[in-house]
């Protein structure tokens, strides 16, 4: 199988989507990759540490379908290197190789079986102005506990009655923000690392389409071809 993409668009994605990989050394070496699907002509990327999911897709040049799991980290560093506009790349031998005019990289590739795939979200999708997101999240961010053996306080706990509460604490500080109700946003606790990557790369967004999954008590953010 070969791949035709635009340099800058695949280094630019495969970044974003190793932002979601998992950096612990006790965790499955598969959540340390980034499966990758080719399907109707485009590239689709996803990550997952088992507490985020990320997904996004982009146009690829192909005659084949097909996937195959990468650790992002050393693609990355080889493609940043490289100059030219576009590169190629083919799968063969259970290895990736990328290359572009006399560079060739070749790269290790994992069990595609292995991957978490996200939670299908069959509710529907509602928009939300991130102008509401950027002011209120980093006013309770920097209260939320880093223990990630507690759980409940390393997220923000959104109540919904009839105004809107946001509240963290880490069992010595609390911060809350009350404020006008955004749509219909449910009564959950988020994780509040998925929401300082929810919030960085919303700045320049004006809406979002947020869901959430009663069922598998899941939220989605999308924006564009990105789903968080």
Not at 40 to 57: E, R, V
Not at 69 to 92: G, M, R, T, W
Not at 94 to 102: M, N
Request: no cysteine; proline share 5%.
């Amino acid at each position: 199988m070969k791949i035709k993409l635009k340099r800058q668009e695949f280094l630019d994605n495969l970044s974003l989507a190793a932002r979601f990989t998992s950096t612990k050394l006790s965790s499955l070496p598969i959540l340390q990759g980034t499966y990758v699907k080719i399907e109707n002509k485009k590239m689709h990327l996803y990550s997952s540490d088992f507490n985020s999911f990320f997904h996004t897709a982009f146009s690829a040049e192909t005659e084949k379908e097909g996937d195959f799991v990468i650790e992002p980290k050393k693609p990355i560093e080889f493609v940043s290197f490289l100059s030219e506009a576009n590169i190629e790349l083919e799968v063969k031998e259970k290895q990736l190789f990328i290359k572009a005019e006399k560079s060739q990289g070749k790269f290790p590739l994992m069990n595609v079986e292995d991957f978490p795939l996200p939670p299908k979200i069959e509710e529907k999708e509602q928009k939300i102005k991130t102008e509401f997101l950027v002011k209120s999240l980093p006013l309770v961010l920097f209260s939320a506990s880093s223990d990630e053996t507690r759980p409940a306080l390393s997220g923000i706990n959104f109540l919904t009655n009839e105004e809107l509460v946001i509240v963290a604490t880490d069992g010595f500080r609390l911060s809350l923000v009350k404020t006008k109700k955004e749509k219909q946003l449910p009564s959950v606790i988020v994780p509040a690392d998925f929401l300082r990557e929810i919030n960085h790369f919303i700045k320049d967004e004006k809406e979002v389409h947020f869901s959430y999954s009663e069922k598998e008590k899941v939220i989605r953010f999308k924006m564009g071809e990105s789903e968080f």
